[in-house]
């Protein structure tokens, strides 16, 4: 049966109290002789309702500046290490496990330190889009005399010499053909050369429509910046011409597109969640006609069918469960109910389907986070605790266990921990260690009251711990956000949408976008009819074939 805690009541309005120095002088000299008069009780009582109105509220503007600070610069991090330093917490381990874990951690960066030891330069073998280039010796063959020690011949090693050269050029190159003309002196007739085969017979081949498409909703650079670096560097490209291209292509991507919505409407576990933004059109609706809902939602789905992730971007007025509900419409009957990870707000599961529910631990944890500036000690041992279930999470992907696996290993291990931490939390609340209304008590309710979700990685084969895959996923809609600001209507929202979601499939399946996109293009016809077989993760073997 789920659990719901009732925070405690906020009092109502208070009657004011007038008390200036000369009156609150002679309370105190009642005080001390011990004559208080019958009035006193009541006074005495409202100064101390007062206090703990007062502590709370220092408590709650404590919380709310941190907040502010994250949201306007930005989180550093929210690492155990940062947001613990300089606090004492409750460490139940003896003084050799701190030492064995000191030298751990020690081994660890100097392991570390050694794998990274080429001070972050790439290996030849990163540089995949780079043209490679044989170059033979000009004065020695294989065969010839060692002209080293005479006796020896020379023979081809196995490891070739390796030297990178890195160029500048445009994002958008140009070619121009100054094509020949011959003009008849007698009959007028103009004979022009004609264009070779390598230029094409468009404007803008494919590889420019990927690569607009790819600056534009994979690094998030507006038209308008584009269009001033491509005019610096001598090649004009206005942004006005980025979107014609862009629009004007749509129909190449859209039979792909449409066919991963499909799969990604089959998949096992989904995790989704919103972030804000701006469509001029809607904020003109807004104004003109005051609809119900006037918030306007990127919408963030991150779909895993055994090991692959799909990733789908909803931009408009739904929110994430709505955007859930259109995605689940495309699910085959036959399936079971998928799991859905995200965090406890209620738009975010869907109305029409039914769904397992498991809510994001990282999102508990920073209810935690941000009350530890103060309650340090309370704050550490969660986090302390959140902590070492990470640990054995990390655990299990490292040793790369099947789902059925790693239940069992969380239930060997993190389960003992959760029980503790569950005893913990309610015994705050019952021995009133906390106020229910701080900060501290807020995260408190929040973790007991969800409580079941939160911790479905020890019951639900394959359930994950937190939604971190899509707000990182949902980065990508933040960059363009913060870049262009805006999109001018639902129409260029959808457009977006569509590229982004290409993209960032691609990048999670470990394929090159600009590559994708550019084949999507080139195969128009083929991907039309055969779809399934052009998805990120198999359109190569197509490429080889066709």
Not at 18 to 39: F, T, V
Not at 92 to 98: A, F, G, L, Y
Not at 524 to 544: D, G, H, I, R, Y
């Amino acid at each position: 049966m789920k659990r719901k805690l009732k925070r405690r009541k906020k009092p109502g309005k208070r009657k004011k109290i007038n008390l200036d120095m000369d009156q609150l002088d002679e309370l105190l000299k009642r005080a001390e002789s011990g004559s208080l008069q019958e009035n006193d009780v009541e006074l005495i009582k409202g100064m101390a309702e007062c206090i703990a109105l007062l502590s709370q509220a220092v408590d709650d503007k404590a919380s709310s500046v941190k907040k502010l600070l994250r949201m306007v610069f930005g989180a550093k991090t929210e690492k155990k290490e940062n947001v613990l330093s300089g606090t004492k917490t409750k460490d139940t381990s003896t003084d050799n496990e701190q030492n064995d874990q000191q030298s751990t951690d020690a081994g660890d960066k100097d392991d570390k330190k050694r794998q990274g030891s080429n001070n972050g330069k790439n290996g030849s073998d990163k540089y995949t889009g780079a043209d490679q280039v044989e170059i033979e010796h000009p004065e020695l063959k294989v065969g010839n005399s060692c002209p080293g020690c005479i006796d020896g011949k020379l023979y081809k090693n196995s490891e070739s010499g390796v030297e990178i050269r890195v160029t500048g050029n445009a994002p958008l190159r140009a070619t121009v053909y100054k094509l020949e003309k011959l003009r008849c002196d007698l009959c007028g007739k103009i004979f022009t050369a004609p264009l070779p085969q390598e230029a094409g017979n468009k404007k803008y081949d494919t590889a420019a429509v990927a690569m607009i498409a790819l600056l534009k909703y994979g690094s998030g650079l507006p038209f308008n910046r584009l269009q001033g670096l491509q005019a610096n560097l001598g090649i004009p490209l206005p942004s006005s011409t980025q979107w014609d291209i862009l629009n004007g292509s749509v129909d190449r991507f859209e039979p792909a597109y449409k066919k991963i919505l499909d799969l990604a409407a089959q998949g096992d576990i989904f995790h989704n969640d919103d972030t804000t933004i701006k469509i001029q059109s809607l904020i003109k609706e807004n104004k003109q006609d005051s609809p119900a809902r006037k918030g306007m939602f990127t919408t963030g789905i991150v779909s895993i069918i055994d090991d692959r992730k799909i990733v789908l971007f909803l931009s408009g007025r739904k929110h994430a469960g709505e955007n859930l509900n259109m995605v689940l419409v495309k699910r085959e009957a036959t399936l079971h109910p998928p799991l859905q990870m995200c965090d406890a707000l209620s738009r975010n599961t869907p109305s029409e389907f039914d769904t397992i529910l498991a809510f994001c631990l990282v999102h508990a944890r920073r209810h935690f986070v941000d009350a530890a500036v103060n309650f340090p000690e309370e704050c550490g041992f969660v986090i302390n605790t959140l902590a070492e279930v990470y640990h054995f999470d990390a655990e299990t992907k490292k040793q790369e266990m099947r789902p059925e696996q790693r239940l069992q290993y969380h239930q060997e291990n993190s389960a003992e921990l959760m029980e503790e931490l569950e005893v913990w939390l309610d015994e705050q609340i019952k021995q009133k260690n906390v106020e229910p209304n701080s900060s501290l008590g807020n995260a408190i309710y929040y973790m007991l009251n969800h409580w079941e979700e939160l911790t479905a990685f020890l019951r639900i084969p394959g359930a994950p711990l937190d939604n971190n895959i899509c707000e990182r996923a949902l980065k990508k809609a933040i960059l363009h956000r913060k870049n262009s600001l805006f999109y001018k209507s639902e129409h260029g929202a959808a457009v977006g949408d569509m590229f982004m979601s290409l993209i960032y499939t691609c990048e999670q399946a470990g394929i090159s976008p600009f590559d994708y996109l550019t084949a999507l293009q080139d195969h128009a016809e083929q991907v039309k009819t055969t779809p399934s077989e052009w998805m990120p993760w198999n359109f190569t073997t197509n490429l080889t074939t066709s």
